[in-house]
């Protein structure tokens, strides 16, 4: 079975701080309207980066507390300080998430063998299981298919968030790594990336399209590939549209026309004009027609 969390945004209120009934009503409707397999919580699509440590620790206790523990959940714990990084991983394991994930350190340029050992030091520090988040185009780490292997060696790595367009490289590791877990980590290929080999995916727009992309992964299995891709090809319109918006705020917007307190961007990111959120509209009914007629 391949595994569809949602990469959790977070609603903050206007002067950028996390606001709560929001936050545990996004959390009840992925887990109970989108019914998608958990939560990633506190990574890119979350506005993690751009927290200080007091509110990563705020946000990931409300989720585990409306979670509950029977809704599996992922802590992106990344960061560029390591003692930052380390100090949420243990308060993470103190709230009994299912897993971490840590972003590669970026900005800096660093080496694989400084790379290497960042992931090192994290997963000696905790006994959750470790998922490297790898996004290269944000963070310029380009991996080999040997140094994914390194990674994959360390003890208590158990996988990786790849959000990447390359399929190829993709299905070159899930078959010389079978052991680990693969998950896509972009959203629009989801279909792709099960033919690939995928054992799930972790992304944002799941918060909106969480039921198509388990119907996608349905019909896969079921071996209606034609029916998967017709879907996937759908909800991949639509989400390129949204990202032609902005995908964040786009995101919140929508939800918030579905009656939900999805918030605020928090800064120095930007809210949507009003000529944007009708073009946000304009997906939003259109998908809502589409759904209607199938």
């Not at 709230?95 to 970026?106: E, H, K």
């Not at 790898?134 to 298919?145: D, E, I, M, V």
Request: with cysteine; net charge negative; proline share 3%.
């Amino acid at each position: 079975m391949s595994t569809i969390m949602t990469a959790l945004l977070t609603p903050f209120t206007e002067d950028g701080q996390i606001h709560e009934t929001g936050l545990r009503q996004l959390v009840r409707h992925n887990r109970d309207v989108m019914k998608v397999d958990g939560l990633y919580v506190g990574g890119s699509t979350g506005e993690g980066f751009l927290m200080n440590i007091s509110q990563r620790k705020q946000l990931f206790e409300i989720v585990k507390d409306e979670a509950g523990s029977d809704f599996k959940l992922t802590a992106q714990i990344g960061s560029l300080n390591i003692e930052e990084a380390l100090e949420l991983a243990a308060y993470c394991e103190s709230l009994q998430y299912d897993a971490v994930s840590a972003i590669t350190p970026y900005y800096y340029q660093f080496s694989f063998d400084e790379i290497y050992d960042y992931y090192v030091k994290l997963t000696e520090a905790t006994f959750l299981p470790m998922i490297i988040y790898s996004n290269p185009s944000y963070t310029g780490a380009h991996f080999t298919l040997e140094q994914y292997g390194k990674l994959l060696h360390i003890p208590g790595v158990t996988g990786v968030k790849y959000t990447d367009s390359d399929l190829e490289q993709f299905k070159r590791l899930k078959e010389t790594y079978p052991s680990s877990d693969f998950y896509s980590g972009s959203d629009e290929m989801y279909a792709d990336f099960l033919e690939a080999g995928a054992d799930g995916a972790i992304g944002s727009t799941y918060t909106l399209y969480g039921r198509q992309t388990t119907q996608i992964r349905d019909l896969f299995l079921e071996g209606k590939k034609e029916e998967a891709q017709k879907l996937q090809l759908q909800v991949k319109d639509e989400i390129l549209k949204l990202v032609a918006v902005g995908i964040y705020p786009s995101l919140k917007y929508a939800l918030t026309l579905q009656d939900m307190e999805a918030g605020f961007m928090k800064f120095p990111f930007k809210n949507l004009t009003d000529a944007e959120k009708r073009k946000v509209e304009a997906v939003i009914n259109e998908s809502t027609s589409s759904n209607s007629l199938n």
